[in-house]
């Protein structure tokens, strides 16, 4: 006897809310969240889980909705965006954080990616590049637009001090003033003013005490 044949119902292509990327978004601009959320909403994909207008408030509902993927505002009250993502990190939540920022100097992206950032995106990114990011974090990847990982890479490129501008690094770290540089160093002062400007140039910074501290955190000088 042939066994009967039923026919095959069609597969529902509705996907289930437990299977989309769960998103919390967290700004302190509410027009910001607004356009952000209403990006997300149409995603079949996607779901938004919670909205957080400040970090202390975004820290609460990461562990209290466990979304997959918090696109996260760098500069908040309360917490900064590091500050939430290094907690995040501590609690060992599973949540992956997206940067989405205004900011994009060298500086930021590091710490960003250093504290545990899974992508780093600025505000004028288009939609469709945001949702690229979303899915390419959720799936276990990293996202970096070129235009951030090339400051990134600059960033981690440490510059070539002479021997004479660390000398100077060294004068100006002690607090002496050109006068007191050229002095110490048996130079002129227009040299010593060369050497710094060479300094902030090299360090990317904007004054010789910014110099200073620049060279500090990029282990390109010491000071006891």
């Known amino acids: 006897m042939s066994p009967v044949c039923q026919p095959m119902k069609p597969k529902s292509t509705r996907m289930s809310p437990r299977a989309r990327i769960r998103i919390l978004v967290a700004d302190d601009h509410p027009v910001v969240r607004e356009g952000i959320i209403a990006s997300l909403k149409p995603q079949r994909d996607m779901?938004?889980?919670?909205?957080?207008k400040d970090g202390l408030e975004a820290i609460t509902l990461i562990k209290e909705h466990l979304p997959d993927i918090v696109l996260l505002d760098l500069r908040m009250p309360l917490l900064d965006g590091?500050?939430?993502?290094a907690?995040?990190?501590t609690l060992k939540l599973a949540a992956k954080v997206i940067i989405l920022t205004v900011f994009e100097s060298e500086h930021d992206i590091h710490r960003a990616v250093k504290a545990g950032a899974r992508g780093y995106l600025l505000k004028d990114t288009s939609p469709e590049e945001i949702l690229?990011?979303?899915r390419r974090v959720s799936a276990g990847a990293t996202y970096l637009?070129?235009?951030?990982?090339?400051?990134?890479?600059e960033g981690t490129r440490k510059p070539e001090l002479s021997p004479r501008e660390l000398e100077v690094l060294l004068a100006v770290a002690a607090?002496?003033?050109?006068?007191?540089?050229?002095?110490?160093?048996?130079?002129?002062?227009?040299?010593v003013k060369t050497h710094v400007r060479s300094l902030v140039e090299?360090?990317?910074?904007?004054?010789?005490?910014?110099?200073?501290?620049?060279?500090?955190?990029?282990g390109l000088a010491k000071f006891k």
Do not use: W, Y
């Not at 590091?82 to 993502?85: A, G, I």
């Open 87 to 89: 907690e995040v990190k």
């Open 145 to 153: 637009p070129a235009r951030i990982a090339q400051k990134l890479a």
């Open 47 to 52: 779901t938004v889980v919670a909205e957080a």
């Open 82 to 85: 590091l500050e939430v993502v």
């Open 202 to 218: 090299k360090l990317g910074v904007a004054s010789r005490t910014a110099a200073v501290m620049e060279a500090v955190r990029r």
């Open 132 to 134: 690229e990011a979303i």
């Open 175 to 191: 607090g002496k003033n050109d006068r007191d540089t050229a002095a110490q160093l048996s130079i002129t002062e227009s040299t």
